[in-house]
């Protein structure tokens, strides 16, 4: 017995070693990543009309999504603009792209539109799963609803018959 807990000793030591190593590599790794994605955030000037426009917009959609969340059809209606707003997003960068000195202080959008899928593109999907799993905990209701409805019905109708 104690050679057992000796041997599971000495392996979860092993594990530990492992999964240090691990996690320290993967902050080791993802240390760059975390600079550029901060270095993104500052380089933008949030004070901008335009920026702060778009934020407001985004927080205004998520309130009518979370409000109206018993409203299915509506609730399609935002899934499916949501949708098309995302597939809409390498058009509008490219018009921003082009326009960009009426309404900005700077060149966000380059050819790549990162900062407008970031800043567009990224709420709308959130949005889009938002009303996404809405929508599935909705339909599991209905068919639990559906499926009682559907037994009192049998149980009436041999409950009827036996008699």
């Known amino acids: ?7 599971m000793n000495d392996h979860l030591d092993q ?5 240090e190593k691990i996690s320290s590599e993967l902050r080791i790794g993802m240390q760059p990543a975390m600079d550029n994605f901060i270095g993104f ?11 702060v426009c778009l934020m407001v917009f985004h927080f205004v959609v ?6 109206s969340r018993t409203n299915i059809n509506f609730q399609m209606y935002l899934f499916l603009l949501s949708l098309a707003g995302v597939y809409l997003a390498e058009r509008l960068n490219t018009v921003l792209r082009d326009n960009w000195k009426s309404f900005a202080g700077q060149n966000y959008f380059d050819r790549n539109g990162v900062f407008l899928s970031v800043l567009w593109s990224g709420p709308l999907l959130v949005f ?3 009303i996404l799993v809405n929508t599935l905990f909705t339909l599991c209701q209905l068919i639990v609803k559906w499926k009682r409805a559907e037994l ?3 149980a009436k109708l041999s409950s009827t018959k036996q008699d």
Do not use: G, N, S, Y
């Open 1 to 7: 017995m104690d050679e057992l807990k000796t041997t």
């Open 15 to 19: 594990m530990q070693v492992i999964v």
């Open 41 to 51: 955030f500052h380089a933008i000037d949030w004070k901008e009309p335009w920026l």
């Open 62 to 67: 998520l309130i009518i999504i979370l409000t």
């Open 128 to 130: 889009a799963t938002i």
């Open 152 to 154: 009192k019905h049998r």
